[in-house]
Each structure stands twice: as C-alpha cells, then as structure tokens.
C-alpha cells in the first residue's frame, strides 16, 4: 500500500542526507549515500531507494559500517588500482572508486579499480550516470550475499550479482543497463506470495532444490540465475572479479545485510571505466549509436507492442516524470522515515512537494 | 550420423593449416586459424570446429576474406588500442587484438582493445586460453549477424554475440564461460526439427514473432535471447563495445558469413585483458580461486546431481579425453574435408589416429 503524499526528491535527498549526518556521516559522505538512495527511487527502481535508509542506520549504529573509516588505495598502477574502503557505506566507496576509474580512463584510455571491504552500494547505474555526465563507458559490477544456488545445487551460494554498463548516445538517452543476474527479483516473488498467487515456473527452487511455482516455497528456497548455467556462470565471474580478485568476501563471504550482525558484509566491487574518444570520435560515435537505437527501434513488433525500448529507457521516463510529479513512497516506507525523523528531530513533511494553489476566479 | 574414424587432433591441425596455406595464407597465420578450429572440436564444441573449414575457404575463394591483408594498429594509447583488421581472418585478427592487449596489461594493468574488419572469430575460449598461458585474466566479446529479436520485436536484429571470461586457478582447471547471449545454440532447434520433435516454450518464435514450439517454425523465425531484456541488453552492449564502438558492422551492418556474398562480414570484437597481479598477489589469488570452487563444489547437490560443476570443466575433461582418444567427425564433415583434402592434394586419412597393434602371444 502506497501514501498519497508526494515527496520533492530534492527535499527527499536533503532529508535523508540531514540524517545520516546526524548519525555520523560527513556532509560530504552523507550527501552521496542520500543522492545514491533517492535516485534509485526516481528511476522506479524503489527496492534500492531510500527504503533502504532504516537499514543503512541500523547498521550504523550496531557498527556493521564505519562511517568513519578511512577508504584508502591500497594499491595502484597506471591503468588499475585496489581500494580498500575500511567498511565504509557502498556508495561512498563506490563513488570514490569510479571517480579514480574516471581519472585513469581518461589518462591512458581505461581506468579498472577493485574494491574491497564495502557494503551495498546501491544501484549500478547510479555510478554509469555519473561517468555518463563524462561521456565515459563503464562496466560495473558488485557481488552481495547469498541467494542463488550453483547449477545442480539446492540451496543459496552466490548473490544475484548485478551487473550495469551505461554508454553515451547522442540525441537518444544513454544505454543503462542495469540488473541483476537472477531470473527475476526476490521482491516479485515476495508480492506474488503476498497475493496467494502462483509464480511462472524457472523462477525459483522450493528448499529441497526442486522448482515450485508456489511463492512461499519459493521463498523459503533459492531464486534461480537467469538462463540457468550461464546466469550461474555470469554471477560467478561477477563474484570473482568483484570478490576473489580484490581481497573481498566472496560466495559465502560475502555477509547478509539484513540477517549479519556480527560481521561486515565485506562485500566487493569492480569498475571498469574508459574513454571512448580513446577508440573513436565521441561525436561519430554518438551518431553511430543513435543510428543503432533508430535500427532497433524501427524494427517490426509483435503484436500488442506499442514500442521496442532501450536499456534504461523506461527508468528515464520514470525518472522525469517524478522529478516533476514527485516520488510516492509505499506507506511503510513512509512511516519508517517519519520515525527515524522523531528520532533525530526532523520532519519527513517538510520534504512534501509544495502544493501548487491556484486563485480562484472572483475572490 | 559421425564417422567412426578417429582423428589426432594434431595432424588434424596440420591438414587444416596446410590447406589453408594452399589456399593462399601464410604458413604463421594457417596455423592460428587451424589450431582455434581444432581447439574447438578438441573442447566439444563441434559447431565451432572444422567444421568451418569449407566456408572459411569459400569466403577466401570468393573474396570475401582477404588474407593477404594487412592487419594494423589504427589507434593507441597506454592501455588501448583499435585495430583495423583489413578483412583477415577473424582467428588471425584476434590473435594480434589478443597479443597486443596482453601486452598493456602487462604494462599498466590493463589492455583494451577493439577492433573492425574482422570476421568470425572462432571460439572466445580459444583467446581466453591463450591469455591463461600467462595467468592473465580476459573479457572477451565479439559481434555476429543478426539471429535474435529485440524484446517487442519479430525478426532477428542482434547475433548472438558470444561473452567468454577466463580466471586462472590454483590446483583447479580455470574458470572459463564462453556463451552466447542466446537461450539455447540454434544447432539444438535444428537437431530437434531433423528428430520432428518439439522445443521447450521460450526457446524461439515464429516469423510472425509469436511463441512457438515447433522447432520448424522456430528455424523461420528467431532464436530468443536468455533471460528475455536482460539477454537482450546483453547481446546490445557486446554489439555496441565490440561494433559501435570500433567503426565494425553493428546490427544489420554486420554481414552473414553463410548468406551474403557481396560485402565482407564486417564483425567486430573486444578483447579486455588485465593482469592480476596489479591487483592481488597471483599465488594468492590462485589460492582464494580454489576455496571458492572447493566451496561450491562441496554445496548440496539436487537429486540426480553427480557434481556441481564449473564453467569450462565439462570442456576441459573433452578436451583430455579427445587429446588422448582422438576426434570423431560428422560423416558430413568427413567427407567435406576429403574433398577439401582431394583438391588440394592432400589425404584426410594422413590426420587419422594411428592403430595402436599388439603383438599376439607366439606370433
């Protein structure tokens, strides 16, 4: 169920940012993680929007993240380097470490950085959209913990990796590709069991390892990797160059968010940035690419199609239209924020959309 | 229906490089092409073998592959490079895109390099061995001609552009995924369609873009991306890195090696390399490769599961058994070869395993 408020995103930001400072953040630090959270949920992507914040908070406080840790370069080379973000948040590790991948890339043609030591990051393309602002390619990539089982397997050993690559065009909206390496989002499964609906089959294995459309066991076994072996293959080289390559947990190393409070998630991420200009004009390369978009959107649909889209194209549809009309927020969500707001003597209301009054003829 | 005849995959080589040579290739680079057709059928993916052997020297007869070209280096930076592959030999062209990749790696990190004008490549697991020689890590991508529709659409718009990623290992076989970005090779559908069997749901459409699983209407329609968006967004972004990107054939503008004989191919493709040890020691590293697939080989495995296995295991084991056994043929690509061999003068039978003979007891 959903609020009928509407809320500014701006004031959104300023309002989740304020809260992280009052919990410790730095300004500077709070302002990305808030920026990382509220885009997601101008994009429609609101499973990694400021629903997040309450957890983000907790693990603060039970000192999961360090929001004083220094993210330092632990090593380094031309066109490479590994960070170790002393369990700082994921956005903030993140955002340092694509800033260096921008820097290298535009120095010798490609910047590939590693992180280690980092939480949840957010979203992928929030990371693509700034490179983006540089007309800069990137390949972004983060593990997370367990919910995908092996091919053959019955229980969960990888994350569902994600996987985003944001590439420049010219009058078209960048391609943003931006998902996760499993079949479909444990959130789908979660509102099909919430309506006593069955789910597609593929989706899920029941915890015996046998597929279910039953969403309850569904959730209480594994979602599956998209494509089968090769999204098990796809999460996994995600994991290793993401994990294993820079010093990161890694399968089972990598610790739940929600679930671990003994430990840092550890969780690891890996950008690769480069410079188009390096390989091609950026301009020819922008006409090439409006080209390819016009091709495939000029293709014949099948019936029922009222349009062939792009990679992210739907999200920045979402995303202009609720920077005009403002971001709704599911109730729950909307009365966790207005708690944390209690708690540190702000009011989520001051983040509402100003209502636009009209006079009234005559009066 | 395969010959019993077993090849040495070593003559086999020889007679495929010496044919080439007649036909007019330099002695160096037969032997690449020969060695990435072979490797393929040494691997199991007979589809990627010899078997291309003839319409490679059709396209060399017809003009359609130059390979007296001049394959050379267009653009460069530290970690970059495009290549201009003149028409060459996709397998030739990829070996020098490879080489000067593993090259920068070695130097700075990392080694990105594109390339145009080339033609069909071979495997991706052929380049991904060849960089695991020396325990460097690959990303590698190539571009195809058109056989799946984007989402919405009704006809073939991308290939199935292949990813291939390989990890070097400790005491393990590395880590090597070479896929295409379809549901399933369309060798399958027409393996089904000669049995008069049925296809699974989601493995094709129709020419009118509907599903279908009847494998002959599947064959007059589209292959289907895996995973649905996701497999499509895949497919795009290896189709814009490896030919928007580098000035190649994109989408339409990438020509079929089997159906247009007017215009070269035009494929392109994208080789990252990068050099672990700038990240992490490679000992170590190795080290962490091997927990995580002792971990994942040691989950819980469904019923009927022998083992959990990793990308390229399966192709490694073919590859011991058929090093030391030999390499069944196709009747129809014996006797494909034989020709080939009449023609030029050479005896397909000269590649055959040699009979191993005991001496019998009092003789």
């Known amino acids: 169920m959903t609020s009928s408020n509407k809320y500014s995103y701006k004031k959104l930001q300023d309002f989740c940012s304020t809260v992280f400072v009052k919990a ?15 885009q ?22 039970q000192k999961m993240i360090n929001p004083a840790a220094d993210i330092h370069i632990e090593k380094e080379n031309e066109s490479t380097a590994l960070i ?10 993140g955002d ?25 990051f957010g979203t992928g393309a929030y990371y693509a959209l700034e490179a983006l602002k540089q007309d800069l390619g990137t390949i972004i990539m983060s593990n997370a913990s367990q919910t995908m089982p092996p091919t053959g397997g019955v229980r969960p050993f990888i994350g569902t990796n994600p996987l985003a690559v944001g590439i420049p065009c010219g009058a078209y909206q960048p391609f943003l590709l931006d998902m996760a390496t499993s079949v479909v989002a444990r959130g789908k499964i979660i509102v099909a069991a919430q309506k ?6 593929g989706w899920a294995i029941d915890k015996n390892g046998k597929p279910t459309t039953n969403a309850e066991e569904a959730l209480e076994g594994s979602v599956l990797p998209l494509g089968g072996t090769k999204g098990y293959g796809i999460s996994m080289f995600i994991d290793i160059l993401s994990g294993v390559l820079t010093g990161a947990g890694f399968g089972k190393y990598v610790h739940n968010m929600y679930e ?3 430990k840092p998630q ?29 091709d495939v959107k000029g293709e014949p649909r099948g019936e029922d199609v009222d349009e062939i889209l792009i990679p992210g194209e739907i999200e920045s549809r979402i ?3 609720r920077k005009k009309n403002g971001i709704i927020l599911p109730l729950k969500v909307e009365n966790e924020l207005t708690e944390i707001g209690l708690k540190y003597g702000l009011s989520l209301k001051d983040a509402l959309m100003k209502k636009v009054c009209k006079e009234s003829e005559g009066v």
Chains 1, 2 share one sequence.
């Open 260 to 262: 671990d409070w003994e």
């Open 84 to 93: 170790d973000g002393g369990n700082h948040f994921g956005a903030v590790v």
């Open 24 to 38: 410790g953040v730095m300004k500077e630090q709070a302002d990305i993680v808030a920026a990382s959270l509220v």
């Open 40 to 61: 997601a949920d101008l994009r429609g992507v609101d499973s990694h929007g400021v629903v997040r914040t309450a957890i983000y908070l907790k693990r603060v406080e």
């Open 319 to 321: 995303s202009e239209q």
């Open 196 to 201: 006593g609906e069955s789910i597609p089959q």
């Open 266 to 294: 550890n969780v690891g991420h890996f950008f690769i940035t480069f410079d188009i200009n390096k390989f091609i004009d950026i301009q020819e390369f922008k006409n090439r690419m409006d080209l390819y978009i016009s």
């Open 96 to 120: 340092k470490a694509l800033k260096l991948a921008m820097e290298k890339a535009k120095t010798t043609g490609v910047g590939m950085v590693g992180v280690k030591n980092s939480n949840h």
